[in-house]
């Protein structure tokens, strides 16, 4: 080989180990593990392989920002491998408000009638403007009968009644399938036992008032 080519291979090689060399010094006076070219990127060999400094160790590389792509194979899967993202909260549902509305019989029909007096009509009209500022889920007309009668005959007037609120609500604008009518009958007054006692007569009638009754309530959520 020419004495000249040969000098100029040394020299070449001299100067790469040289380079690197220096790189080693600087890096170990970091005290990184991996050699940082001019560039502050891992120097990597012919063979992509980390250049690695004398203070390289499994447990420094898994501590060092460039250990999980030079030795990702030597580190602690949970190292290199990103967490899992903690789940969301769950979302609470919104609970649709319910707003109940008790309507006395009285101002809704005539005593022993199912059909609308003009002043019920006008109470509806008020239910019907507050279903108007929500969303609304469902309507729930519950009638009532005072203890006046027979138990049969109370359940099915008081079916009536709630029957008659929803056939307004309805002609009203407030979808059918939204609203939903039960009859309690008597089983359910408001007065007390030991109230209204005597043979049925107009203070009989004027004591049990509260027990003929309409419940309606509005569920929804504002608009």
Known sequence: MNKTIKHSIVAVVAAT???CASLAQAQQATDRVYVIDQRGEVAMSGAGLCWRTNFWTPAAAAKDPAGCKCDKDLLPKEVCEPKAAAPAAPV???KPA???VTLA??????FNKSTLRPEGKQKLD???AKSGNLNLEVVI??????RIGS?????KLSEKRAASVKDYLVNKGIPANRVYTEGKGSKQPVTKADQCKGPKSAKVIACLQPDRRVDIEIIGTKK
Request: zero cysteines; charged letters at 15%; proline letters at 0%.
């Open 17 to 19: 180990l040289g380079i």
């Open 92 to 94: 609470a549902a919104t």
């Open 98 to 100: 319910g707003e109940k």
């Open 105 to 110: 019989a009285d101002a809704l029909f005539d």
């Open 126 to 128: 008020g239910v019907v």
């Open 141 to 146: 007309a519950v009638g009532h009968a005072d």
């Open 151 to 155: 138990a049969a005959y109370n359940q």
